[in-house]
């Protein structure tokens, strides 16, 4: 089967003229917040969005996670659906999950919804991987602020709020994968399971 594939490849990429072309690397972006329940999903969904309107030529994973397993697969909060949806953004697929040791290894940037989840993200994370942890707003410092709060104590403004920082931020994110390139496979390192 993989063989019929690579061969199917190979003739799309003579048909098209682009049988020299590289191939596109996969760009991985993971975003954490918490619990996974609104924060990080609701990212997930705004980047997933905007990289289908605004970027479809770039080959983007995305997902998202939570540094506590609070609630395992549960969905996205019924706030945070119902505020996604009324722009557009359909979260109801998703299911929250804990950051598994793996995921450092294979997200080029794992984005922090706040400090304290950053903190918390570097403090499992093995030191060569350090530099992949950034907080969100990093990619939209016109907003002047380190955090997106966490709207689950709040009302449904909260959730509006959590939208308009993230959709602002993952403009910034696609700027930034625009411009640069992957990085580089790590080796060795403190745990086997980093090796790639």
């Given at each position: ?43 997930e969904g705004v980047l997933r969005k905007l990289l289908a309107e605004r970027a479809p030529d770039l080959r983007v994973e995305v997902a998202s996670a939570g540094t506590h397993a609070y609630h395992n697969g ?123």
């Amino acid at each position: 089967m993989e063989k019929i594939l690579a061969s199917l490849k190979r003739a799309v990429a003579r048909v098209t003229g682009r049988e020299d072309a590289a191939p596109v690397a996969v760009r991985r972006v993971l975003f954490v917040c918490m619990g996974n329940i609104c924060r990080s999903p609701t990212a997930e969904g705004v980047l997933r969005k905007l990289l289908a309107e605004r970027a479809p030529d770039l080959r983007v994973e995305v997902a998202s996670a939570g540094t506590h397993a609070y609630h395992n697969g549960d969905p996205p909060d019924p706030r945070a659906q119902r505020a996604a949806m009324r722009r557009g953004v359909d979260l109801g697929r998703q299911r929250a999950r804990r950051v598994a040791v793996e995921d450092f290894a294979r997200f080029e940037l794992v984005l922090a919804m706040d400090p304290l989840n950053r903190v918390t993200l570097l403090e499992r994370s093995p030191p060569e991987f350090h530099d992949r942890i950034h907080l969100l707003l990093e990619f939209a410092p016109q907003l002047g602020r380190e955090d997106v709060p966490d709207p689950y104590y709040g009302g449904s403004n909260g959730f509006e709020y959590v939208l308009d920082l993230v959709e602002e931020a993952s403009v910034g994110v696609i700027e930034h994968l625009r411009r640069t390139q992957p990085p580089a496979p790590v080796t060795g390192g403190s745990d086997p399971t980093f090796a790639r």
